[in-house]
């Protein structure tokens, strides 16, 4: 088992929802599946990838966003909200009815998601999942909206974090204590050329897609968290 990110303030508050093993589904529920790639060979991968990406490497964090949206061409999801690290699913609720089934659907798209992010990116990351089974859709809605909040409230930690792990990859040394502060983060970047305030728009938010019958609906340009009620229709 890889090492996943630290759990963000908003799936700590839906802790209370994640299952483990093999349970028998509770009727009306909701089901939501997290994807993460494994944090020590994303970071990795950075550092190998850096000297021929430009700060950030914006083509990496697309790949995987890309990897995510694919699987709403699929039959297990009905929405997919994709970023540069990580996706979440949310499963058509026929589709997890039956005892066992969520687990099956868990590992399919563990691995679909696992496998589309080796082939775009031409190397191996191992990803993670958790379910979550949620009781109504307005909670649903909840988990997706606190998702992108995090997203959009730590878009500067993470840019740094992710030059951090380049810079080693080109033999630079950078201490974690060099990133304590919103102040030296900011500095970094900029002495590296990256403006926070300028980085488009799928950085700060990720992109999500929804399912409907065959055709599936992508929304690069997402809502303030609040107001996501508009796209998880469930």
Not at 83 to 112: F, I, K, N, Q, Y
Not at 115 to 137: M, Q
Request: hydrophobic share 45%; with cysteine.
């Amino acid at each position: 088992m890889g090492e996943t990110r630290a759990v963000p303030g908003s799936w700590q508050n839906f802790a209370a929802f994640q299952v483990f093993g093999d349970y028998a589904p509770i009727g009306d529920f909701f089901v939501v599946v997290r994807l993460v790639p494994d944090v020590r060979a994303h970071t990795h991968l950075l550092g190998d990838r850096a000297r021929d990406q430009e700060a950030l490497d914006p083509q990496l964090g697309q790949l995987t966003i890309r990897a995510g949206l694919w699987l709403a061409q699929t039959e297990l999801a009905a929405f997919v909200y994709a970023t540069a690290e990580e996706c979440l699913v949310l499963l058509p609720s026929d589709s997890v009815r039956a005892p066992g089934r969520t687990l099956v659907v868990h590992d399919m798209l563990t691995s679909m998601y696992a496998a589309r992010l080796a082939r775009l990116a031409g190397a191996e990351l191992p990803v993670s999942g958790s379910i979550y089974e949620l009781p109504s859709l307005a909670v649903v809605r909840r988990v997706f909206a606190g998702a992108l909040d995090v997203g959009r409230s730590t878009t500067l930690g993470r840019s740094a974090r992710r030059l951090q792990a380049q810079l080693r990859g080109r033999g630079q040394a950078l201490r974690d204590a060099e990133l304590s502060s919103p102040e030296l983060q900011a500095s970094l970047l900029e002495t590296h050329g990256v403006k926070v305030d300028s980085l488009p728009q799928w950085w700060w938010t990720g992109v999500a897609a929804r399912r409907r019958g065959g055709d599936v609906e992508i929304f690069d340009r997402l809502p303030e968290g609040g107001r996501m009620d508009e796209l998880v229709q469930g």
